[in-house]
């Protein structure tokens, strides 16, 4: 070992995982050092309590010098000394390979503006959750954003003082944008929706949409994969949705909003264009409910989640006809009657694409029907069940399909 050079045995120990890396470096000097290349380090993800505990251990040590990811999270709020504030976006700054940067329920805004921006402007990933950002630290971060932005995630900030034409110019470069829960005015939403020629994904939930037109969310949507407006003004959404005559995106998530009042017809030709559709707890109606298993047929939509919703007059057949069209249909805590599950099973073939998803509390495990389950590849059973909520106002937000964990019962 003692005759490679440096550069194979760094090579070789890319295969190895950390824990391997720590002992291996206990071999001698030589290898010590090279166990603690930075570059070797740089894939993995530091321990967050560990950070916490030593901020200035962290900035120190040779083997994160080229970390790619950061995460930094608190269940409550915490307010760390600006002296090891002001180390991490030192750090950051330094750091060319970050590519990742994640705060949740950490206050920021005791970073002054210039190193705030200065450590993450080059950064492609931004998370800032619940961080207490200044205006005059949003400003300068916006005013840095790079052309291609990957993500960049405000929410639960307060934006409202921020200048509309920064809001504007900076969000016109980013690909995924939250902005949920930042108090945006009106006037800066249609600054906002007026320049996103490069934005996939966006969530505005819990912001006051009413004042702003439909015809301009319409031009908005044909360029999205994704739209999240939980807690909005439904009718100023639905409006612009059906207006359009293209698909709408790849996925709209309108999850903890009452539809209830919604004319069956506009909510249909809101959501027929889309392909992935989450209406998790929008205490649908019956006939709502009818004219969207009506429709299927003629409709782009392959994924829906109509979980938390009352759907205990659902038949055998009009699950079938479900399953011809959708590739996943999500019901947990629906109310779905048991008789249709279990005919649904019965006569599901195994060749069917269409997942069925339904909760275990929905249904009784019983050695029998665990027995058909095994014989229905179709059918899914998903541990626990879906919160149930009184109305939208007493509602979190639902669950993205993609971000669903399920397990099946064995």
């Known amino acids: 070992m003692d005759a490679l050079p440096d550069t194979v045995l760094l090579s070789i120990l890319r ?144 934006l409202q003082h921020v200048p509309a034409s920064v809001l504007s110019g900076a ?37 006051d949409i009413k004042e702003v037109n439909p015809s301009l969310l319409a031009t908005v949507t044909p360029n999205l994969c994704a739209l999240t407006l939980n807690n909005t003004q439904k009718e100023v959404l639905f409006a612009a949705l059906a207006s359009q005559e293209q698909p709408v995106g790849e996925l709209i998530d ?39 298993f009506s429709s299927l047929e003629s409709c782009a939509i392959e994924e829906l989640n109509l979980s938390s919703n009352n759907c205990s007059e659902m038949r055998t057949d009009e699950l079938l006809a479900a399953a011809v069209s959708l590739k996943r249909l999500d019901l947990r805590s629906s109310r779905l009657p048991v008789e249709a599950v279990l005919e649904f099973m019965d006569v599901q073939g195994s060749d069917d694409s269409c997942k069925l998803i339904i909760s275990s509390a929905d249904v009784y495990l019983t050695s029998s029907f665990l027995a058909r389950l095994k014989r229905s590849p179709g059918v899914q059973v998903v541990k626990g069940d879906v919160p149930d909520y009184v109305d939208e106002n007493s509602c979190a937000y639902g669950d993205v399909l993609d971000d669903v964990t399920l397990e099946t019962e064995n």
């Open 171 to 207: 969000f016109s470069r980013v690909k995924d944008l939250d902005l949920s829960l930042t108090d945006l005015k009106p006037n800066q939403i249609k600054e906002i929706l007026m320049n996103l020629p490069l934005t996939e994904r966006l969530n505005l939930s819990d912001l």
């Open 254 to 292: 309108v999850s903890g909003v009452s539809l209830a009042s919604l004319d069956p017809t506009l909510l249909l030709k809101g959501l027929k264009r889309t392909r992935i559709v989450n209406l998790q707890n929008t205490w649908l109606s019956q006939q709502q409910l009818n004219v969207i």
């Open 15 to 158: 295969y190895l995982g950390y824990r391997d890396l720590t002992r291996f470096s206990l071999t001698n000097a030589r290898i010590s050092v090279l166990c603690s290349d930075p570059g070797l380090w740089s894939r993995y993800k530091v321990n967050e309590k560990k950070i916490l505990s030593d901020i200035p251990g962290f900035v120190e040590n040779r083997r994160f010098k080229k970390l790619q990811s950061f995460t930094l999270r608190a269940v409550k709020t915490l307010l760390l000394p600006i002296a090891e504030l002001s180390l991490l976006f030192s750090y950051f700054h330094s750091n060319h390979h970050l590519h990742y940067v994640k705060f949740v329920n950490i206050d920021l805004s005791s970073v002054p503006g210039f190193p705030f921006s200065r450590g993450l402007g080059h950064v492609a990933s931004m998370h800032l959750q619940r961080t207490n950002l200044t205006t005059e630290q949003t400003v300068a971060l916006l005013r840095v954003v790079m052309m291609g932005q990957q993500v960049l995630d405000l929410s639960n900030n307060n």
